[in-house]
């Protein structure tokens, strides 16, 4: 393994001169610093971890905290999607990934507790219950922070505009000629809160009455949970034409519910969902819903914490939020609506 003096030898610089170009030091001109790194490359150099930590006292280290309810983990489509991108962000800068939990081995401890344990430069939180009590002392605690749709005083956060995509995906539905909706909303989350306030809203622009009955809990990433509501919503004799579901993993326990009842999407009944997963785009029909842009998320998420950790105290808490993009798909059919509109009980494709 070639260390720092065989780089500095092979081009005929001082070991200190080869640590500065390596962590971009203004002092080195650009021209020579190219060179070393060049030649650094070459060699097949890497800095040694820990003389880089105790060198700059930065671990180059990214806590990840992430945990949802259903205890999906990387195989939540959505997060796991996000985190990659985030994975990509932060490693071209230099930086490790680390997962944060509570436990670590047979020990308990605090998240704060296992940041420090890692010796984390920065974390980012993700899908977790940001009321938690834990997750506040972690957020308070003066290591750069990066949230995921949640905001907290002074910290940075990368927010899915989720008012705009309910907004584009209600006006959609609403451009096909229905009228009468269900809503399959997630657990008492603020992105529960803002897509329902975003579905009364446009509701009432569109001037559709809601129907209180047909606004349901949920529950996020749980098709059995979702396939139950859905059951309940069929057995009424005055169905909604379309069903609005909290995500499209939670869809698919819809679709297979409606698929018991021999019904046909879209024919009998329209279905809408939200994220735009990859498989999304392979079910047959084609999965009306809005896509969120994962990619700009965890690359967003990413350089605002590695700018955090490297600007310090000149760092300022910036709120970055994300449109998303309609697939139209083909769960949503195209009604022949009366002048009137479409009587309930009396729906005709």
Not at 305 to 325: C, D, H, R, W, Y
């Amino acid at each position: 393994m070639p260390t720092l003096r065989d780089v500095a030898t092979a081009c005929g610089v001082s070991p200190a001169t080869v640590s500065k170009a390596l962590n971009n030091a203004p002092d080195v001109g650009q021209e020579t610093a190219q060179r070393i790194r060049q030649r650094a490359k070459e060699l097949g150099y890497h800095p040694n971890a820990v003389a880089r930590t105790l060198k700059t006292n930065r671990s180059y280290s990214i806590g990840v905290l992430f945990e949802d309810e259903m205890h999906s983990g990387l195989t939540h489509e959505f997060f796991s999607s996000v985190l990659d991108a985030l994975k990509n962000g932060v490693e071209s800068r230099g930086y490790d990934v680390t997962f944060i939990s509570r436990n670590l081995g047979a020990a308990s401890m605090s998240y704060l507790d296992h940041c420090r344990y890692r010796n984390c430069d920065g974390v980012v939180i993700a899908n977790v219950d940001f009321r938690d009590p834990s997750v506040a002392e972690l957020v308070a605690s003066g290591i750069p922070a990066v949230t995921i749709d949640y905001v907290f005083d002074g910290t940075s956060a990368v927010m899915s505009d989720n008012a705009r995509g309910m907004r584009e995906l209600v006006t959609y539905v609403h451009s096909q000629g229905h009228r009468d909706f269900a809503l399959i909303h997630g657990e008492e989350t603020a992105v529960t809160r803002v897509r329902m306030a975003s579905f009364y809203r446009t509701c009432r622009d569109l001037g559709i009455t809601v129907r209180p009955d047909l606004v349901i809990r949920g529950q996020f990433n749980n098709p059995e949970a979702c396939g139950l509501v859905t059951r309940s919503i069929l057995e009424r004799r005055d169905r909604p034409t379309c069903i609005f579901y909290p995500d499209d993993i939670a869809l698919l326990g819809g679709m297979t519910e409606i698929e018991r009842w021999g019904l046909r999407i879209p024919e009998d009944i329209s279905v809408a969902g939200y994220d735009g997963i990859k498989l999304s785009r392979f079910l047959r029909p084609e999965l009306t819903t809005l896509c969120q842009d994962t990619q700009a998320m965890g690359s967003e998420a990413a350089r605002l914490l590695t700018q955090a950790i490297e600007e310090n105290k000149a760092f300022m808490p910036q709120v970055v939020m994300v449109p998303g993009s309609l697939q139209p798909g083909g769960t949503v059919a195209k009604l022949h609506s009366q002048s009137t509109g479409i009587e309930a009980g009396n729906k005709r494709y």
